[in-house]
């Protein structure tokens, strides 16, 4: 099936510094999803994005975050700076269209580990 | 909040046996309910869902029970194989949410051979 490709698989980084986690969404689809799962807990919406622009966000998605696709290249989620709390696994997810019932497809997930 | 929520973290069953997963919600505007599957090292993947219209769907070994009224849906995989070993969610979404889900924890099921 379509395959969305998230590129690293795991991300250690120092508190404080940048870190952008890529996403190659499936090629048609039209909009695009980041997840937030901390160790153990439910995976959590964190913001969508369709059309060059934010959709909407979750309370998760603090000022420290920030989403762009560029030219149709990698759908990307930047954090600056980084907080011991943003360790999680970030799941990307896309879909061909938006509404409530549209079929997301899932990355395997980036884990950041923050030190 | 926990607005999904799975009943159990994991649950083993004999191949051949019927698993059975459960899922409540607290959200009475919720109306599609779909469940995703995630094998180890995958991201997870659209098993089957339903609206909340519906009170079953079924496609092949899986189905969907959904009960409005207690606001709680299982799922249920008959035949189970080594193969449907996996983690479960249940996730829940709303009209006019451009996609977002609400997941609930998850059920790592494993099947025995």
């Known amino acids: 099936g379509p395959k969305v490709l998230q590129i690293p698989s795991h991300q250690i980084i120092d508190m404080g510094q940048m870190v952008t986690l890529n996403c190659d969404p499936v090629s048609n689809h039209l909009y695009f999803y980041w997840y937030k799962q901390i160790l153990g807990q439910q995976m959590e919406f964190l913001v969508n994005f369709y059309n060059g622009k934010v959709m909407e966000k979750s309370k998760l998605f603090k000022d420290q975050f920030s989403v762009e696709r560029p030219d149709g290249s990698y759908f990307t989620l930047k954090i600056q700076p980084t907080a011991l709390e943003d360790s999680a696994v970030y799941f990307c997810a896309s879909s061909p269209t938006g509404g409530s019932q549209n079929t997301l497809y899932f990355g395997a997930g980036t884990r950041l580990s923050v030190l | 909040q926990q607005q999904v929520r799975q009943s159990s973290q994991s649950l083993t069953v004999w191949e051949g046996e019927t698993a059975i997963l459960n899922c409540s919600y607290e959200?009475?505007?919720?109306?599609?309910f779909p469940w995703y599957q995630q094998f180890p090292g995958e991201g997870p993947a659209l098993l089957i869902a339903i609206r909340s219209v519906s009170d079953k769907k079924e496609d092949g070994r899986f189905t969907i029970f959904f009960n409005k009224r207690e606001k709680n849906l299982s799922l249920h995989i008959k035949d189970s194989q080594p193969g449907d070993s996996a983690t479960y969610f249940c996730?829940?979404?709303?009209?006019?949410?451009?996609?977002?889900?609400?997941f609930g924890q998850g059920t790592k099921l494993s099947i025995k051979p």
């Open positions: 996730a829940a979404s709303w009209n006019y949410n451009q996609g977002k889900l609400i």
């Open positions: 959200n009475s505007a919720f109306d599609y």
